[in-house]
């Protein structure tokens, strides 16, 4: 047996990898097979849908709908109890993971019937209701190792992941994050315990709950892993790596072996929900090797992000935004383009808010840019207030239903004719294309077309570069 030292790992597992009973037993088998060669971190999503039904609640509670997120709540409970049940002739003695999920949702009625009361929920309260599925799934986790004969111990991430406080889609603090992740975690792996981390939560500096976004366990894994720091990081779903495209769309479409952290970072910027957008910026600076695997079939190799890899040269896949929101922004008659865009994009920046394409329209002052569908209503009302404010703006018009379809590849520099053939095959099946872009690094070419050309748009790039191919 190689001493516990050799191999510092972390393994995260999404929603679905610990969606019943029997998946968290297969998570907890595949945990138990590798501690020969490391004592991982473990980071943990919560259990399939559970993070929507939470939202749920938490909506129904400030509109006071006080029936609808009772039962949405009383339903959590149930399921859970259930898992901990189904799960104790595996874990007998399951008392102890069902306490915590009892107190755990008892704490979200308390934060509901405060918003009932209040109407009213704050950025913190939210988060701290919207991550509570991870507090679940973490004490499950951890009581399932513990009766395989494993240490393990549930942490809650307030304690080790330090954020700005942008709720909903806070920025970790990497220098507070890394003495926290330390302090808490090393000890606990030198006596062999294994540390089960909720993902997606975080705290701010006054210790308010954040959480890291839509998919951000992710994130969680790769920063306790760049800054432990581990040796690689793991990260099981429900798909075999990274793909050419989503199989959802694209039925041919292959794993992709190795990719580069910048290629995996455009990947995951412009939609592939297999890594989380922000996953990669740490382990990306820390050089900390990344794979995704399929929880369901744990043999196969999956993707492995690393350093600038050598590949076949042009795109390696296609991804999409299917819910994107375009906007067109005229400038009054006189002003500059540059002085419209400044007052746009300075207006996103202010809040946050990223944009997947920008154009300048011809040689007019109308600058044209994409954002994703949950932050529509956010980047109108700010437009409206800018238009109001700076007397610079003209005209704005929204188009609800679009999506954005972008080929990605490291070697697409000095590749000549991608852009053509990507929008040959666009025009060859008739798709309409509201808007192009081309990133000045030359890592990806985006164009947006209505929402409901997006899988045959993705389809087409797919065919035409050929990568179901081998
Ligand atoms: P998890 O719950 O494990 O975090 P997610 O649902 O967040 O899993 O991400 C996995 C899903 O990402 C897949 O089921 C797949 O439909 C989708 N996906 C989108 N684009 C890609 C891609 N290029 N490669 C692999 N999966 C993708
Ligand atoms: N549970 C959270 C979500 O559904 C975080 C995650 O799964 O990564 O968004
Ligand atoms: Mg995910």
Redesign the pocket.
Known sequence: MRPPSATKRVL??????LGSADRIRSAAQLIAGQVAETVPVVVV?AMGSTTDSLVRAANAAQLGEQETWRELIDSLEREHLEVCSDLADFSPGAEEPAAAILSHLRAVRELCQVAGAERGLSGTQLDEISSTGELLSAAITADTLNKLGLAACAVDAKQIIQTDGRFGRAMVAAQASEHLIRGRLSPLLADRVIPVVTGFRGATAEGSCTTLGR?G??STATIIGALLPADEVW?????A?????????VPS?K??PFLSYREALE?AFF??????PNSMDLPRHHDVRVR?LS?FEPVSQGTVIGPKVKSRPGVR????TRDARLFTVGGVDGVAFTRVGTAVLGGLEAEGIPTLIVTQSSADNVICFAVSGEHGKRVREILRKLRDDTGVLGEIEVTSKAGIVVAVGDSMRGTPGIAAKLFGALAERNINVVAISQGSSELSVSAAVRAEDVAAAVNAIHDAFELGAG
């Open positions: 995260k597992f999404g929603g679905t990898s999503s998919g366990s992710d990260i099981y779903t429900d798909v790596g990274v793909m050419t495209a989503d199989p959802r769309l479409a794993v992709i990947l939609g592939a929900r297999v890594l989380h995704i929880s896949a296609v991804v999409d």
